[in-house]
């Protein structure tokens, strides 16, 4: 959980476990999956939440919704407190979490 930005955390539901079970077994299959093995019983029973956070382009105001996952591995945050991505709309690497979008817009109307 970062410090200085929200994340929107959604329950997965059980259709949508099974759906991620089966594509997990697809992969050990056909030997794609090189993570650690996957207690089926203990994963179907627990509550698997999906993290997700809210972006707004500084520069163009373009907003869009990514994965925790997949920002977690772009972003190093020994480095910075929060990610700054290219944005996909206007391509300005101005792309941040809202709320450090809502921190820098509102430091500006001051
Ligand atoms: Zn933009």
């Known amino acids: 959980m970062p410090k200085y930005f929200n994340t929107i955390k959604v329950k997965i539901s059980d259709e949508e476990k099974k759906q991620r079970l089966e594509d ?14 996957v207690d089926i019983e203990d994963f179907m029973k627990r509550d698997i939440f999906d993290e997700s956070v809210r972006f707004k382009c500084l520069k163009c105001g373009f907003e869009d919704v990514l994965e925790f996952d997949i920002l977690e591995e772009m972003w ?30 509102l430091k500006v109307f001051r």
């Open 24 to 37: 997990y077994k697809y992969a050990i299959k056909h030997g794609f999956y090189f993570g650690p093995p």
């Open 76 to 105: 190093d945050e020994s480095i910075s407190d929060y990610p700054i991505l290219p944005c996909y709309h206007c391509s300005k690497e101005k792309f941040v979490p809202i709320d450090i979008y809502h921190k820098q817009t």
